[in-house]
């Protein structure tokens, strides 16, 4: 067994470089956000963008295909028909959100750039930016476009995977709300753990910064996906429901935050074999690459679980805890 590997150290400066990756970098992102806020708010038709305002036209899924609609008591269901989602299309809410997140990114930013330099701080954001926004979309375009044409090990139709249901801001089809709060959250996770665990190998510290983000999410995503607040919506079709969150959702967060530890913290190596820019480079490919990676191995995942629960008898979806 490895020993305890040996603590991140700040990147050195490099002044030119730098300026120049952080104008590509977040030119790029610049981009990326502009274009896609572009599209989910006034080209809705071309990525199917659900209604806020009339959810009677959801499809794949449809509002009887969620898991929010089992939950609804009748009186919340005919608010819901009639009011659709809360304040889904108020602007203030939508933009004290993205600013309040943009403001707490902006201090962990300032944390990681003092600790470990403007380049570091830079790949982490970006890349976690990236990382997630990325792995988000698939998620929920997959489920926006093929939702309803498998069944689960179960048997059960798969009616669609998720979607957030505002923001004022997007990247791709996720709210930057959602992509800088996985960072701020990513960038905390990996720095508690390091700080309470510095003996640990790099890939102990990269577990315990995985659990401590999916230990997050455990009690975040039922108190947001709740009928009160609604900030994004599950379609029904897995087969098991964690305080009425899928199970691989929770598997999803472990995944990300453990990797993206690693990547990042390989970064002082890879630059010291292939220079600031060819670790910049491989960094980045390694994010593209691990976001569809990910995915696969989630699928993987859902494929074998539920043939072992079918095997066994279980014939419909399990609620932990009953009657959530």
């Given at each position: ?36 806020t572009y599209l989910h708010h006034f080209q809705p038709q071309v990525l199917r963008v659900p209604s806020n305002t009339d959810v009677s036209t959801w499809k794949h899924p449809a509002l009887q295909q ?125 720095l508690t753990a390091g700080k309470a665990f510095p003996r640990m190998n790099l890939w102990g510290r990269a577990t315990v910064g995985g659990l401590i983000a999916m230990t997050i999410d455990l009690w ?105």
């Amino acid at each position: 067994m490895s020993g305890p590997a040996e603590p991140i150290q700040p990147a050195v400066a490099r002044p030119s470089y730098d300026k120049k990756f952080g104008m590509v970098a977040y030119g790029l992102l610049f981009l990326a956000i502009l274009s896609s806020t572009y599209l989910h708010h006034f080209q809705p038709q071309v990525l199917r963008v659900p209604s806020n305002t009339d959810v009677s036209t959801w499809k794949h899924p449809a509002l009887q295909q969620t898991i929010l609609w089992d939950g609804l008591t009748e009186e919340g269901k005919t608010t819901l028909l009639s009011k659709g989602v809360p304040l889904g299309d108020s602007i203030p809410a939508l933009v004290f959100g993205d600013l309040f997140t943009i403001f707490l990114g902006w201090i962990c930013f300032l944390h990681a750039r003092r600790h470990y330099g403007f380049w570091m701080a830079s790949c982490f954001l970006v890349g976690s930016f990236v990382f997630t926004g990325l792995e988000e979309s698939l998620w929920i375009l997959s489920g926006r476009f093929f939702g309803g044409m498998i069944n689960n090990p179960l048997g059960e139709p798969v009616f669609g995977s998720y979607w957030f249901t505002r923001g004022g801001l997007w990247f791709l089809e996720t709210p930057i709300v959602a992509c800088l709060g996985w960072f701020f959250i990513a960038y905390s996770c990996v720095l508690t753990a390091g700080k309470a665990f510095p003996r640990m190998n790099l890939w102990g510290r990269a577990t315990v910064g995985g659990l401590i983000a999916m230990t997050i999410d455990l009690w975040m995503d039922p108190i947001q996906t709740s009928p009160e607040i609604m900030a994004w919506v599950w379609g029904k079709g897995d087969f098991l429901l964690l305080f009425g969150i899928p199970h691989y959702n929770f598997i999803g967060w472990f995944l990300l935050i453990f990797l993206f530890a690693i990547f990042w913290e390989k970064l002082p190596g890879m630059e010291a074999g292939r220079g600031r820019h060819g670790a910049t480079v491989r960094f980045f490919l390694i994010i593209l690459i691990a976001a569809f990676a990910v995915l696969f191995l989630i699928w993987c995942w859902l494929y074998v679980f539920g043939a072992v629960l079918a095997g066994i008898g279980i014939e419909s979806t399990i609620h932990v805890p009953k009657g959530w």
